[in-house]
């Protein structure tokens, strides 16, 4: 388990990093303009981005003080946040970002080893061990960096998070009745957009299917 907390939280840093990158590469205009996300503005990403850091902080104080905080007390709390942060002003929500992610890292470097096996429960209900949380930022912060307006490319993600994101959209495909095999590393961006929602399906022998939302 160490080891993979490990690279969860390498993926999960220099994530942010990337996250912060492409955020310098837009301006305030095109941020409360629309994302590459339907029906979202760029500060709808920020405002998500931002919260999801604040959620998953709650779920770290829960493995460390065995006090149960759900990331969110019900859906349409998760819905309500996202909303009211993407009025805010967009030079609040660069900070937001950037203060939210350095209270999550911090609340992740003070836990033990036994607190990483403390179960907690995230927003879609599964019950995980807490050695998950620095993944679920990973995902995020570097598949919302390609969302933003200024956009990134999965091109550029780590060869090996790439390969866990692939994983990880396959396994909850399955879980929505979609099997995927693939074969192949070959195309592994392309891959990787499509199981994200992010790009059309790739061309194979057989036609891949439309997907539901990944999230």
Not at 20 to 34: C, V
Not at 61 to 83: F, K, L, N, S
Not at 108 to 137: I, K, N, Y
Request: hydrophobic residues 40%.
């Amino acid at each position: 388990m160490r080891n993979d907390v490990t690279d969860a939280i390498r993926w999960m840093t220099d994530g942010h990093a990337y996250f912060l990158s492409r955020l310098a590469s837009a301006s305030d205009d095109d941020l409360i303009g629309a994302s590459r996300l339907p029906g979202w503005s760029g500060r709808h990403v920020l405002s998500h981005v931002g919260h999801n850091a604040r959620a998953l902080g709650r779920l770290a104080h829960w493995a460390a003080t065995g006090e149960r905080t759900p990331m969110y007390p019900d859906p349409q709390a998760r819905i309500d946040e996202i909303e009211s942060g993407a009025q805010w002003p967009v030079r609040y929500l660069r900070e937001f970002v950037d203060v939210e992610q350095n209270k999550l890292a911090e609340a992740l470097a003070s836990l033990t080893d036994a607190m990483w096996h403390a179960e907690v429960v995230t927003a879609q209900g599964r019950v995980v061990p807490a050695s998950t949380v620095p993944w679920l930022r990973s995902r995020e912060v570097w598949v919302h960096a390609c969302d933003l307006p200024s956009g990134g490319d999965f091109a550029h993600f780590p060869a090996d998070f790439l390969d866990a994101l692939i994983d990880d959209a396959l396994a909850r495909r399955a879980a929505q009745s979609v099997v995927v095999n693939v074969s192949s590393r070959d195309r592994t961006t392309e891959f990787a957009r499509w199981l994200t929602g992010r790009g059309e399906a790739p061309r194979t022998n057989s036609p891949l299917p439309d997907l539901p939302p990944w999230l």
